[in-house]
């Protein structure tokens, strides 16, 4: 499997965040984490990425350790809530800076990208002129627009249309012809069965049931 997690724990003061938790991902497949506000989905994104430090159990993604305050052992795409960008910069230079961090701006990408989410007249357009639904669109844009092979994302389609959320299907559909490993968290499994591989159901930091579509 291209995605291991093993027998995770993680207690904060009398909270159970994870109980046992041990789920797996195949490399080039789409799945969804479903769940409850508080269920857990957000804090096993935070896992997967390093962001918290275990109690127990270990996670390995592509065959390599996840470590606490490490960077992860392969290129992550990430929504964690609410996309955050600099409201008083354009979009296009959002994206910019973002990626160039890693130095992996790839403009007809972005572009592209733009066009595909109904962007491109807004690209130069302050980030605080838009609205939610162009803001989250922005944040899809940016957690893939690095050509990273491992795409989480947290409630993508929050406050998008649906002409928007089938744009988004799409995409991600496309990605994983391309061989992404995409994850996906929801709290509406209705959203996302017909474009996932797999479905886990997350309660109280523990696995319900996972189901392959």
Not at 8 to 32: H, P, R
Not at 69 to 76: A, F, L, N, S
């Amino acid at each position: 499997m291209y995605i291991e997690i093993n027998n995770i724990n993680k207690k904060i003061k009398d909270k159970n965040i994870f109980q046992d938790v041990s789920l797996s991902f195949e490399k080039g497949s789409i799945n969804g984490v479903i769940g409850s506000n508080g269920s857990g989905k957000t804090m096993l994104f935070r896992a997967l990425c390093g962001f918290i430090k275990l109690d127990s159990g270990k996670i390995q993604i592509d065959s390599k350790p996840v470590k606490f305050g490490e960077r992860p052992p392969v290129p992550i795409g990430l929504i964690l809530e609410t996309p955050g960008f600099i409201l008083n910069d354009t979009a296009l230079n959002n994206l910019k800076y973002l990626a160039e961090i890693n130095n992996s701006y790839d403009e007809s990408y972005v572009l592209w990208l733009l066009d595909f989410f109904s962007l491109a007249e807004y690209k130069d357009k302050k980030v605080k002129s838009f609205s939610l639904g162009m803001k989250q669109k922005l944040g899809i844009i940016q957690a893939v627009m690095e050509h990273q092979e491992l795409i989480i994302l947290d409630e993508p389609t929050n406050g998008i249309d649906k002409k928007s959320i089938l744009k988004f299907n799409e995409l991600m559909n496309q990605l994983k012809v391309e061989g992404k490993t995409i994850i996906i968290a929801s709290h509406n499994d209705y959203e996302i069965k017909e474009l996932c591989d797999t479905i886990t159901e997350i309660e109280n930091g523990a696995i319900n049931e996972t189901k392959r579509l």
